[in-house]
């Protein structure tokens, strides 16, 4: 399995201000994923890149920006937090195999007051 | 759009009984369809996976079906365990569509 670290495990941030999320793996998978978790809406796909020069929108990218600084290293950036960002955030990887399975980080509980 | 549908946000079950899950999806053709088990603060873990040409795939005392006719799947733990609580999510994918997952349903296996 991938081994996925995400820093900060939890934060809590007032509105407005700017807020970084860090992923790392150490199994050169090719594909980085960014999702929120809510509760009854399940995993919602934010931002994904298939490797360093492709970045991709999900379902619910505005407010999020990211940026893959290498292979294994993907950020996701709230340029001014708002409270209804508060949520559960989960980085995944996967390898480019067509079947797409991916490998979860820890993730990380952010509360926007 | 495209909806995934798990049957009721919780299911209790006694020990030894099987669980059945529930995927249900609507205006999807998925090329696969996975499994992953959730535990209270932790990320998913894949499970197995099913292609859209296969009827069942096991592994262990997990069982999954994919009927794409009926545009469902069915999850199945038998020999069910306490250990075996936690919330369970299917996925749904495709080459032209990235990976959408359902809410989940949370098991508890009660002793």
């Known amino acids: 399995d991938a081994d996925v670290t995400q820093t900060p495990r939890n934060r809590i941030t007032k509105t407005g201000k700017r807020i970084m999320l860090e992923c790392s793996q150490t199994?050169?998978?090719?594909?980085m994923y960014w999702y929120r978790q809510d509760p009854g809406l399940g995993l919602r796909l934010i931002y994904y890149?298939?490797?360093?020069?492709?970045?991709n929108k999900g379902e619910i990218s505005d407010g999020y920006s990211v940026s893959r600084q290498a292979q294994a290293k993907f950020s996701l950036s709230l340029e001014s937090a708002i409270p209804n960002q508060t949520a559960l955030y989960f980085c995944?990887?996967?390898?480019?195999?067509?079947?797409?399975?991916?490998?979860f980080g820890p993730g990380t509980r952010l509360t926007v007051l | 759009s495209q909806k995934i549908e798990q049957n009721s946000e919780a299911l209790n079950i006694q020990e030894g009984k099987t669980a059945t899950l529930t995927c249900n999806y609507t205006?999807?053709?998925?090329?696969?369809l996975q499994w992953y088990r959730q535990d209270p603060g932790r990320g998913p873990v894949f499970l197995l996976l099913?292609?859209?040409?296969?009827k069942e795939k096991r592994k262990e005392r997990l069982k999954v079906t994919f009927d794409t006719t009926l545009k469902q799947s069915l999850f199945h733990i038998t020999a069910s365990q306490p250990a075996d609580s936690a919330t369970y999510l299917c996925?749904?994918?495709?080459?032209?569509?990235?990976?959408?997952f359902g809410s989940g349903t949370q098991l508890t296996v009660l002793p």
């Open positions: 995944a990887v996967g390898l480019a195999e067509g079947t797409d399975t991916q490998y």
């Open positions: 199994k050169g998978h090719d594909r």
């Open positions: 890149s298939f490797d360093v020069k492709d970045i």
């Open positions: 205006n999807y053709s998925p090329a696969y």
């Open positions: 099913i292609r859209e040409n296969e």
């Open positions: 996925a749904l994918g495709s080459s032209a569509r990235q990976l959408t």
